[in-house]
């Protein structure tokens, strides 16, 4: 069993910023990559950031300069940390994992429950 748990959404103004947390627990041997998707009403998901463990990273063109990924491995966490937030950015943020749980294993995604974003003045 692994398990995502995702912290730090909420309201903010145009411009602000917040910094959102996911991590990870449960029977892990291996985490590949982690990252954050989102979605809006009436739209389809899409990827916002990910992070490999090698540490290499992937942004939408749309946050890329905006927001920033990073991980602290000893924890099993991910951030995303959000500047210069837009109305645009109003979605629910979904934290994901591909992790194997054994040397045996090829491994599983694995999602967070959501967390909901709101940019407005």
């Known amino acids: 069993q692994v398990q995502l748990v995702e912290s730090g959404g909420g309201l903010v103004q145009p411009g602000g910023s917040l910094r959102l947390s996911c991590a990870a627990s449960?029977?892990?041997?291996?985490?590949?990559?982690m990252g954050w998707y989102r979605q809006a009403p009436g739209k389809q998901r899409e990827l916002v950031a990910r992070?490999?463990?090698?540490?290499?990273?992937n942004y939408a063109g749309s946050v890329k300069g905006r927001f920033t990924i990073s991980r602290d491995n000893a924890k099993n966490t991910v951030y995303l940390q959000m500047n210069s937030l837009k109305p645009e950015d109003t979605a629910v943020y979904y934290c994901?994992?591909?992790?194997?749980?054994?040397?045996?294993?090829?491994?599983?995604?694995?999602w967070g429950q959501g967390t909901q974003v709101t940019v407005s003045s």
């Open positions: 994901n994992a591909f992790i194997s749980s054994d040397s045996r294993g090829i491994g599983s995604d694995y």
């Open positions: 449960g029977s892990i041997f291996r985490i590949y990559a």
């Open positions: 992070i490999t463990e090698s540490g290499s990273t």
